[in-house]
């Protein structure tokens, strides 16, 4: 929907948002102690990161187990660039584990380089009560803002970047605010071949497909 407000001697349309669900919505049958989730943080050294595993326990009693977070490529599980296994209780509720990831081999993710990752975290109790797994997406990058000369610039795995950015309205003609795998896909490639590099999102948060389809591209 669309309505006209004047500014002054200029017509300006503004775009409506839609309400309901517009993102993804994911429904799981789990054991009493699951992983509820996994979440990845970059670090200035590119091929290190701070990853945080949220683990869930309904049982009402405290749930002893080992927990295992293995990081591989996208696409390829057995090309594994780190492993680690602890020890975990959990009480009642909900728990934190933190984990250092290291990964010299890792390969950076850059600017038309789509070097992707899945953090995995797999629990298993003592009892044999419960086993669960969950795995994220991610990229092993470090982008910040530098200065030189007195002159602030963008830097991308320490290098300097230009980012030629196009804008994406989060708007689509057939859906409203959700756009399908393919529409997103074909929103990045157009951005591509018209010399751009990034896509800046327009009045709202960028949509999921499109954020995926983006980092896919690199």
Not at 28 to 37: E, F, K, L, T, Y
Not at 76 to 102: L, M, Y
Not at 154 to 182: D, H, I, Q
Request: net charge positive.
């Amino acid at each position: 929907a669309h309505t006209i407000f004047p500014w002054g001697k200029y017509m300006m349309p503004i775009v409506r948002g839609f309400g309901g669900v517009t993102g993804d919505v994911t429904v799981r049958a789990v054991d009493p102690v699951s992983v509820a989730d996994v979440w990845v943080l970059n670090t200035p050294k590119i091929t290190d990161a701070k990853a945080t595993v949220t683990l869930s326990n309904t049982s009402g009693a405290p749930k002893s187990g080992k927990l295992t977070l293995i990081v591989h490529e996208y696409k390829d599980p057995s090309a594994v660039v780190w492993k680690k296994t602890v020890s975990a209780t959990i009480p009642s509720g909900t728990k934190d584990i933190p984990f250092d990831i290291r990964a010299p081999k890792a390969k950076v993710w850059g600017l038309f380089q789509p070097n992707l990752y899945i953090a995995r975290a797999e629990f298993v109790s003592s009892d044999g009560s419960s086993s669960d797994a969950m795995g994220k997406r991610f990229g092993f990058r470090w982008f910040t803002v530098g200065t030189k000369d007195g002159d602030e610039r963008l830097y991308l795995n320490g290098k300097r970047v230009f980012l030629m950015a196009t804008v994406n309205r989060g708007y689509w003609a057939t859906t409203g605010m959700n756009c399908s795998p393919e529409m997103a896909r074909r929103d990045v490639e157009a951005a591509i071949s018209m010399g751009y590099n990034a896509l800046a999102y327009h009045n709202a948060i960028g949509q999921p497909n499109l954020v995926r389809a983006a980092d896919e591209y690199g």
